[in-house]
């Protein structure tokens, strides 16, 4: 969720992204505290370049969330739908390192032409785009797809159309048969989007699964997710939820039209439902097909010591900053972090260095002090509350004892990878006098059952990704109260609303300076820490493993360090089986 814009705007963001890439540096320790994983390489390509043709396998143990492009909003399957399967209108450039921050025309003609002082945004669609089917793909069908995603049904996707586009009050989508005047389409190669206040950023925003296309003649509702239609170099040949998918070349897809996807495989096989631990070991060994294999979660903390001191496995694992904040989110709507002050002291009671224990260790994890990434703030943003790394438990109980409850309990939901975690936190937090009742739920229902606000627990481990290099792409989807829905709520977990924190919110996002608006949403950053809606807990990198036949693999910024599934293929594509 990564990444034009005026000239100001383009300044800060290439100043964040330079900042950024010094954490990347030979430097064991960068100057905002983030540690380098010994020895593993980061900006670089591994393998070389992939030659044209065979099967790459994915490795998962999970299913995707969502692939329905109004609903994709979940890292890393924004990065397999959006390179794979639909193009954007624009995208971000398929390099390593800082360059990947880059956007690029996709659909598009160009970046897109604003007026009206940033209020109006103006694209055409390049011509000889078509569908899977060799239909032609029509400024309309992306005009339709920005519309579903405000449809009741379709939950869980990128809330930025509802956030930014003029006269949306009370719209439930287009099923009903209404559209959007805000939205207009005066041909099928023009789009023109209306905005309730100026967005510089909306070349970034428009990199979004939101704003793909999808025909009106081939909608299915919710039944969608299963058979996005292809606009993408692929299309789906199977799915079998939970276990398989099997991507073929799209041969409607016009190579010259897509100047950043290569298509190097001709097919691509995802399998699910295997164990971590059993992925990162048919890697290391990386026999028969699995040598043409990448892994598509996190290589498990348990597997790093057996990478890290083999050279020959560790040169084929990318460890790139994700660029996230990774936070135990409060419940602030009901139960026992209604009180600011039981909040408070969980920033006391939390052991940080556990969690980084537990998430693999100091090469792949840094302590979070504050809510927003190091990419956002430059690394020079002092903390808020001065916590030991392993806590403060007789701090914690102090403030407990002042709210009236020296003794707590709390439910806790986290994704099954997330089980040793939460078992640390359970472990540091009843030093405090917290008891923790874990629920442990599958990944691919994970954000749906944390998302619905009438069950959800009293605390989530999760976090948050910029979608591209602003505050406003964190903070407000992360504690604007006005951002909460009944189902399929993403973002505020912690269920926070807070008007002085709204309005202020607002006043940020009508800046037209952007190293005033950097600034300004630091200073409301260690204002909403105060509040303690969540505490944070870790800056990631994101360790995944490739096998030896594996070529173009790289850790893209864009996607929280995810590989770029655009350029990504194979050495010798005969090697590879499937």
Not at 52 to 60: D, E, F, H, I, M
Not at 222 to 240: A, C, H, M, N, Q
Not at 496 to 507: I, L, N, P, T
Request: charged share 20%; glycine share 8%; proline share 7%.
């Amino acid at each position: 969720m990564t990444k034009r814009i005026s000239v100001a705007l383009a300044i800060g963001i290439t100043t964040s992204l330079a900042l950024a890439a010094t954490s990347c540096s030979a430097d064991t320790k960068s100057r905002d505290g983030e540690h380098k994983a010994p020895g593993v390489a980061t900006g670089t390509v591994i393998g070389g370049t992939p030659e044209r043709g065979g099967t790459l396998t994915v490795l998962s143990n999970q299913d995707f969330d969502h692939l329905d492009p109004a609903r994709n909003w979940v890292m890393p399957t924004m990065d397999f739908g959006t390179r794979l399967l639909y193009r954007t209108l624009t995208t971000f450039q398929a390099a390593p390192g800082t360059a990947g921050g880059t956007i690029v025309p996709d659909l598009a003609t160009d970046l897109g032409r604003s007026s009206e002082y940033g209020r109006v945004w103006t694209f055409t669609l390049k011509p000889g785009l078509t569908y899977e089917d060799g239909t032609p793909i029509r400024a309309q069908d992306v005009k339709y797809n920005v519309e579903r995603s405000f449809s009741p049904d379709l939950t869980g996707g990128p809330d930025y159309a509802r956030q930014y586009l003029a006269d949306t009050d009370g719209y439930t989508g287009p099923l009903t048969g209404k559209e959007l005047d805000s939205i207009r389409t005066p041909d099928d190669r023009t789009i023109v989007f209306h905005l309730k206040r100026p967005v510089a950023e909306f070349s970034y925003t428009v990199t979004l699964p939101t704003f793909s296309p999808v025909p009106k003649a081939r909608e299915t509702g919710v039944r969608y997710d299963l058979r996005p239609f292809s606009s993408g170099p692929y299309k789906i040949e199977s799915y079998k939820r939970g276990k398989e998918m099997v991507l073929v070349r799209n041969a409607r897809w016009s190579p010259g039209t897509d100047q950043v996807r290569k298509a190097y495989p001709d097919r691509i096989v995802v399998t699910m439902g295997l164990q971590g631990g059993q992925i990162d070991d048919r890697l290391i060994a990386s026999s028969g097909a699995d040598a043409s294999a990448v892994e598509w979660a996190n290589l498990s903390a348990a597997s790093v010591a057996k990478v890290l001191p083999n050279r020959s496995v560790r040169e084929r694992l990318s460890a790139e900053p994700t660029g996230c904040t990774d936070m135990l989110y409060l419940n602030t709507a009901r139960g026992p972090f209604t009180d600011p002050t039981v909040r408070e002291a969980m920033q006391y009671a939390v052991d940080r260095s556990a969690q980084v224990t537990a998430d693999g260790g100091p090469a792949l994890n840094d302590i979070a002090t504050h809510y927003l990434p190091p990419l956002l703030t430059g690394g020079f943003v002092a903390p808020v509350y001065n916590v030991p790394p392993s806590g403060d438990p007789a701090r914690a109980k102090e403030l407990l004892a002042k709210a009236g409850k020296p003794s707590l309990d709390a439910t806790l939901t986290v994704a099954t990878g997330d089980k040793t975690r939460a078992e640390a936190l359970q472990a540091s937090l009843s030093k405090a006098g917290v008891k923790v009742r874990i629920d442990v739920v599958d990944p691919s229902v994970f954000y749906d059952t944390v998302g619905d606000t009438a069950h959800a627990p009293d605390m989530t481990l999760s976090g948050w990704c910029p979608d591209y290099p602003s505050g406003s792409t964190f903070l407000p989807f992360v504690f604007d109260g006005r951002t909460i829905k009944a189902k399929g709520n993403q973002g505020n977990f912690s269920q926070f609303r807070d008007s002085a924190v709204e309005q202020r919110m607002d006043q940020i996002a009508a800046m037209s300076n952007a190293n005033q608006t950097k600034v300004a949403w630091i200073g409301l950053d260690a204002t909403i820490m105060h509040k303690s809606p969540a505490v944070p807990l870790l800056w990631q990198r994101k360790p995944l493993l490739v096998g030896t036949n594996v070529a173009g693999a790289f850790g893209h910024s864009a996607w929280t360090g995810q590989f770029d599934f655009a350029v990504i293929g194979l050495k010798d594509p005969a090697k590879s089986q499937g």
